[in-house]
């Protein structure tokens, strides 16, 4: 099992910036793809970012692309550094991993198996 764990969330006034850690421990032994959903009450839960199990590739949708950043020190700790934030922005932004060893990262939330239990974002106008 894999434990992930955010941290990094909070209130931020429009065009502000907040960056979001995730933090996986347990069986860390293996490596893993990244990723990072949101999730605004009554909406369902939303890609924003993923990266691959070394860092070498990523990808942000749309929505936040120019404004969102995924990186990663290391196999076991990603951040998603967010700019420019937006009141559309506020969610529960949720870090999930899933082994892999290829370039691949993943941008469905089906395509994961572990999950953390989220942190706050607020965003006011």
């Known amino acids: 099992q894999v434990q992930l764990v955010e941290s990094g969330g909070g209130l931020v006034q429009a065009g502000g910036s907040l960056s979001l850690s995730c933090a996986a421990s347990?069986?860390?032994?293996?490596?893993?793809?990244m990723g990072w959903f949101r999730q605004a009450p009554g909406k369902e839960r939303e890609f924003v970012a993923a990266?691959?199990?070394?860092?070498?590739?990523e990808y942000v949708s749309d929505s936040v692309k120019g404004r969102f950043t995924i990186s990663r020190a290391n196999a076991n700790t990603v951040y998603l550094q967010m700019n420019s934030l937006k009141p559309e922005d506020t969610a529960v932004y949720l870090c999930?991993?899933?082994?892999?060893?290829?370039?691949?990262?993943?941008?469905?939330?089906?395509?994961?198996?572990?999950w953390g239990q989220g942190t706050q974002v607020t965003v006011s106008s």
């Open positions: 999930a991993a899933q082994p892999a060893t290829s370039h691949d990262y993943y941008t469905r939330s089906r395509d994961y198996t572990y």
């Open positions: 347990g069986r860390t032994a293996s490596t893993y793809a």
């Open positions: 990266i691959n199990w070394n860092g070498g590739r």
